[in-house]
């Protein structure tokens, strides 16, 4: 778990530096660092689909994760609750920046590898890149959206710690090619993510949230013997 512990304290500590570092900063630049957010979430999601699709073995499931978990997320209207209960503590756009950066720390190929590589060998590498990583995107975005950016510190741990637990106690259970269709389907939400930032266009991303369950759930109904058969 210190991998795990590592990259949520950079969160952290990412996010109050650029909370403070944002009172330094003109509106002007901060206008300009909000744009530029939006444009690497952009590039981020395109990287993670265009690595991972061509590597896919089912290249029309992403379609219809994204397609289920859309229509169950709107049904849940994960967006809409999200956005008053953050209301609550802000008056800002934070919640658009908590799902942006949710995203970006959880969903990536360092984010769901790393804890298993930490579990079964002891390897932290992966977490503790993904940690400088994250030290740097958390306080890009709580220079944009303020202090309550730390709120999704105890997300990634609660992500991360529940990847390296399942694989404690059940082994490698993550097959490479879950991974892939876990990163086509995350590089699309971020994206999503990056339209919303860039207001070109508001996908209510987080009702998309629930189409990453998709394929973990096509996984596990693949290898039940009556449908594997």
């Given at each position: 778990m210190l991998g795990t512990i590592v990259n949520t304290i950079t969160i952290i500590t990412g996010s109050i530096f650029g909370h403070f570092a944002k009172k330094g900063i003109k509106p002007q630049y901060q206008k300009v660092m909000f744009t530029a957010m939006g444009l690497a979430s952009l590039a981020l999601g395109f990287n993670a689909v265009s690595n991972a699709l061509p590597k896919s073995q089912y290249p029309v499931l992403f379609i219809i994760s994204l397609s289920i978990g859309g229509v169950a997320g709107t049904v849940i209207d994960i967006d809409g609750r999200f956005k008053r209960f953050v209301s609550g503590f802000s008056s800002s756009n934070l919640a658009q920046g908590l799902s942006t950066g949710i995203l970006l720390y959880c969903i990536g190929t360092l984010s769901i590898v790393g804890p298993v590589m930490s579990a079964l060998y002891g390897d932290n590498t992966y977490l503790f890149t993904n940690a400088t990583l994250d030290l740097v995107t958390s306080a890009v975005?709580?220079?944009?959206?303020?202090?309550?950016m730390v709120l999704?510190?105890?997300?990634?741990?609660?992500?991360?710690?529940?990847?390296?637990?399942i694989t404690s106690l059940a082994g490698?259970?993550?097959?490479?090619e879950l991974v892939t269709e876990i990163s086509i389907v995350g590089g699309i939400l971020i994206a999503s993510s990056g339209l919303g930032i860039l207001e070109i266009k508001d996908c209510k991303t987080l009702n998309l949230l629930p189409a990453l369950f998709v394929p973990i759930l096509f996984f596990l109904l693949k290898n039940i013997p009556i449908f594997a058969a």
């Open positions: 975005l709580a220079t944009t959206y303020g202090i309550g999704a510190a105890p997300v990634l741990f609660l992500w991360q710690g529940s990847i390296y637990l490698n259970v993550i097959p490479d």
